[in-house]
């Protein structure tokens, strides 16, 4: 067992990061249509950006004013920055960390549940890192009602890897104080659950 950062870094040494752009597009196209859809000039952070390349499309729309990713890898960080002098980076730990002017959008996928306290993260994004009106929009795979899931942590050989149903990542949201609270799945198929999806607004 090693921590989600240790074995994230390992998956850039290996290349297996570019594997995440392709298992996780279809999602993440989802929730950034759902969170874009009436943003005009916005600015975006991604929690937990892997090798950047959500920050890389996002910077490209006409609407976009400004993306920053932020991820503890060291190795998914250098390797973004080496692909992209336009958008910003930062390594950090995602609850060590907050934006020196708050953001419109934060979106994050396939990260949250690598936090012990995964509720006190969404509360520090809610009052640090988005402005009033602005919104946060995560995506997971690893949730109780996707049962094929349930194996990653001993898989993946990963010691913090947290299960919560859909209502409660919900109720997660709007304990942090997110008003609008909405959860959707996204690609359910057979015994596969999808993607969980869960956003709320700043008020
Ligand atoms: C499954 S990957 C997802 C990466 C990216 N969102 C994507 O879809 O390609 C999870 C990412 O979360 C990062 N991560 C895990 N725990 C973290 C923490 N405490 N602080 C910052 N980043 C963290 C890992 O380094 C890794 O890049």
Redesign the pocket.
């Known amino acids: 067992m090693d ?3 240790n ?3 390992n ?1 850039v040494r290996s290349g297996k ?1 570019e594997g ?2 392709k ?2 597009s279809s999602s ?1 196209k989802d929730m950034i249509a759902f969170a874009t859809k009436e943003l005009k000039n916005f600015s975006f952070i ?6 950047g ?2 920050v890389r499309d996002i910077i490209k729309e006409p609407s976009c004013a400004s993306a920053i990713g ?4 060291a190795d ?1 960080i250098k390797k973004a920055k080496g692909l992209d002098d336009i958008g910003s980076y930062y390594c ?5 960390w907050e934006p020196k002017q708050k953001v419109d959008l934060v979106h ?4 949250f549940y ?2 012990e306290k995964p509720d006190l993260l969404i509360e520090h994004i809610y009052k640090n890192w988005i402005e009033p009106g602005g919104r946060l929009i995560m995506g997971i795979d690893f949730y109780t009602e996707n049962i094929p899931s349930h194996s990653w942590p001993k898989d993946c050989a990963i010691s ?1 890897m947290q299960l919560f149903s859909e209502k409660e990542w919900a109720g997660f949201f709007k304990s942090a104080g997110f008003g609008e609270v909405k959860s959707w799945r996204h690609g359910k198929k057979d015994e596969w659950g999808g993607t969980l999806i869960v956003t709320g607004k700043v008020k």
């Open positions: 921590t989600p950062i074995v994230f870094s998956w990061d995440m752009e298992n996780h993440v991604d929690a937990g950006c892997g090798n390349w959500v932020v991820d503890g890898s998914m950090t730990d995602l609850m060590a994050s996928m396939e990260v690598y936090f913090i």
